[in-house]
């Protein structure tokens, strides 16, 4: 299946690499340029989910689980928050998957805010719009995946403001992606994993019951600056 695939996608015009383990993976990730990954959840000894985890933290690149059988509400779920873009169960017709697959690749096209020269800092943090990067003094540079960047740049926007869960449905929403229910419940835990110390216990980003979200914390706008980590 995954020969198949990968002769179907560079029948497109995709440059495919196929790996059957996270080693032969994280060489490839070292070695080539890689603009999405496709991670089957059952792969023998080995935990697809596992790699979803490590690679979300460590990346921004969008990431498209597939699973013949962990196919119940649940894993869906923990798959979109450690950090997946799309999960699409088995069998599947193949040009669906290549729109998924060019749906998820039109995300890491710029966007109208590289134009966008503003510099946002609250407490030890720092966010480049243009450069779209997040820098903590303490912890270094943290990536951000598009839909979590535009939900910080919706919060940071408009500090201590109760924004709904519709008005940042609409906020965080990438061109072309689909929006689950779940949607923002599922952003708002993945940017507090990142944000918060305890992201069980947010001081950043709270909630107000039967309202919506706010973003407790001073924010300064500046304009022209660049981040340097």
């Not at 179907?8 to 890689?34: C, G, I, W």
């Not at 107000?208 to 001073?218: Q, T």
């Amino acid at each position: 299946m995954r020969r198949l695939i990968a002769e179907y996608l560079m029948m497109h015009a995709l440059k495919v690499t196929a790996v059957n383990d996270s080693k032969q993976f994280n060489h490839v990730l070292s070695h080539e340029p890689v603009d999405l990954v496709v991670v089957d959840l059952n792969l023998g000894r080995e935990d697809g989910l596992a790699i979803v985890r490590k690679l979300a933290t460590k990346s921004d690149l969008p990431i498209i689980v597939i699973s013949g059988d962990r196919l119940d509400e649940a894993e869906k779920v923990v798959a979109l928050e450690l950090g997946a873009t799309d999960f699409i169960p088995k069998p599947f017709g193949l040009r669906e998957f290549l729109a998924r697959i060019r749906v998820a690749l039109r995300q890491r096209i710029s966007s109208p805010r590289t134009k966008d020269h503003r510099s946002f800092r609250f407490g030890a943090w720092k966010l480049s719009v243009k450069q779209r990067r997040l820098i903590c003094a303490e912890r270094g540079e943290v990536k951000l995946t598009a839909c979590e960047f535009n939900l910080l740049i919706a919060f940071l926007e408009n500090p201590r403001s109760v924004l709904s869960r519709e008005r940042l449905l609409l906020a965080s929403r990438v061109r072309g992606e689909e929006v689950y229910d779940r949607s923002i419940d599922v952003l708002i835990l993945r940017l507090r994993r990142k944000l918060e110390a305890d992201a069980a216990n947010p001081r950043l980003v709270k909630t107000s019951r039967g309202a919506g979200y706010f973003f407790n914390a001073d924010v300064d706008v500046s304009y022209g600056g660049t981040l340097a980590a």
